[in-house]
């Protein structure tokens, strides 16, 4: 009992430490300035049972579904690093027109699934952590990544929740600077996934 408490643990751990739902935050109310209430509400719930269906999904199916597309892991983190990169690179230069229409501040809820399903919640980063930590595991320890997996899209779920109470509590102008910074961080992070991704590629990992 004691070892699949420590598995539960270090499982979270990774999970929270890939995902940051804090960290999160932060790209949800930069996507979804200006939404109303119903809107946002809609998309956070949308976003996140999208991205737990999807870790789910390779949780069990992930090395069948690598190899029946002949999908490799280099070249999984390769195409989501430049994913992540472009959304970095969008909120860093405050491009707006591909998810929102400025009319009526109308938001296209389709940015639940892309970006912030994935890659943003359940990117690379996060489908590797759980394939590997469910791999050759016994269907207990299985079970545990999926819980733990949920129990992080819930915590994200109340974070995005509370996000106008924060912008209530500090204000939209910082909360554009924040969205500016984390905007870098997100490319920075999306290039060193696919530095990680050509490491892998040419065996250059030490």
């Not at 949780?59 to 690598?66: A, E, K, R, S, Y």
């Not at 106008?164 to 204000?171: A, C, H, M, P």
């Not at 050509?198 to 990992?205: G, H, P």
């Amino acid at each position: 009992m004691d070892n699949l408490l420590t598995f539960a643990i270090t499982v979270f751990t990774g999970f929270f430490a890939i995902a940051n739902p804090i960290t999160n935050m932060t790209i949800f109310l930069t996507l979804t300035e200006g939404a109303d209430k119903q809107t946002k509400r809609s998309i956070n719930k949308r976003a996140t049972f999208i991205a737990f269906i999807i870790v789910t999904v390779f949780v069990l199916l992930g090395t069948f579904i690598f190899e029946m597309f002949q999908i490799s892991i280099p070249a999984f983190k390769i195409a989501g690093g430049i994913l992540v990169f472009f959304v970095g690179f969008e909120m860093l230069q405050s491009k707006k027109s591909n998810v929102k229409h400025i009319n009526n501040v109308h938001i296209d809820e389709n940015i639940a699934v892309s970006p912030l399903a994935i890659p943003i919640i359940s990117g690379p980063g996060t489908i590797v952590t759980a394939m590997n930590f469910s791999s050759n595991a016994s269907n207990i320890k299985t079970l545990i990544v999926i819980l733990m997996f949920g129990l992080l899209c819930f915590l994200t779920f109340l974070t995005f929740r509370v996000s106008d109470l924060v912008v209530r509590k500090i204000g939209n102008n910082v909360i554009s600077v924040i969205g500016k910074i984390m905007g870098l961080i997100i490319s920075i992070i999306g290039t060193g996934m696919v530095i990680q991704g050509i490491k892998i590629s040419f065996n250059l990992v030490s």
